[in-house]
């Protein structure tokens, strides 16, 4: 079966977060170490754009939340988390957010990207020219650099697709040189 075969199996072919059925979708719940339903959710098309471009944001339809944050799924709880997170200034959100339980990796996860944090407190990752890089970028690194544990030296050029973000410290970011998944400091590279 297909990711999206699985999803509508387990929705009943509705929008995970406010059972809407126009244009469903798999929508992935970054960061994605390994894709598929476990990191998966089905949304539907209104749904996506809020959660993808908060300027979207129309809090009323966000009150589908109160039935969906009890999910059984880790993802669906996430989104539910992050969103509830987004709009906790509406006062509403508030009493969700000391409702909804998570274990600790999944409670981890939902704060992976930032969401919920002021804007000052957000750990950004810029590259050697000032570029925002984001989970899933791809960049190139602008000097040779040995990795380290290995005799392996990537050289200058080399394309790291696919990096994922400390969201410890801001100077780095993880990606995989050739075999080896590496640490690589945001100074060394530029995004593509």
């Known amino acids: ?14 929008c995970e977060l406010c059972t809407g059925t126009n244009n469903l979708e798999v929508f992935e719940v970054e960061p994605v170490s390994i894709s598929g339903v476990d990191s998966s959710i089905l949304a539907c098309e209104t749904c996506r754009t809020q959660i993808e471009d908060p300027e979207q944001m129309d809090a009323n339809h966000w009150r589908c939340l109160n039935d969906s944050m009890w999910s059984e799924y880790d993802s669906v709880k996430v989104v539910a988390w992050r969103m509830l997170s987004r709009l906790k200034s509406e006062g509403w959100p508030k009493d969700l957010l000391d409702m909804i339980y ?18 000052a407190d957000k750990i950004i990752h810029r590259d050697v020219n000032g570029v925002i890089l984001e989970n899933g970028d791809s960049v190139v690194l602008v000097k040779d650099l040995k990795i380290k544990g290995s005799s392996q030296v990537a050289k200058q050029g080399t394309a790291v697709r696919r990096i994922s973000l400390d969201r410890e410290n801001a100077e780095y970011i993880e990606g995989k040189v050739g075999p080896t998944m590496t640490v690589i400091i945001t100074k060394y590279v530029k995004k593509i």
């Not at 939902?110 to 002021?118: H, I, R, V």
Request: charged share 25%; glycine share 10%; proline share 3%.
């Open 1 to 14: 079966m297909s990711v999206l075969a699985d999803l509508e199996a387990r929705s009943g072919s509705t």
């Open 102 to 119: 998570l274990e600790p990796e999944a409670l981890v996860w939902a704060k992976a990207t930032g969401e919920g944090l002021a804007e």
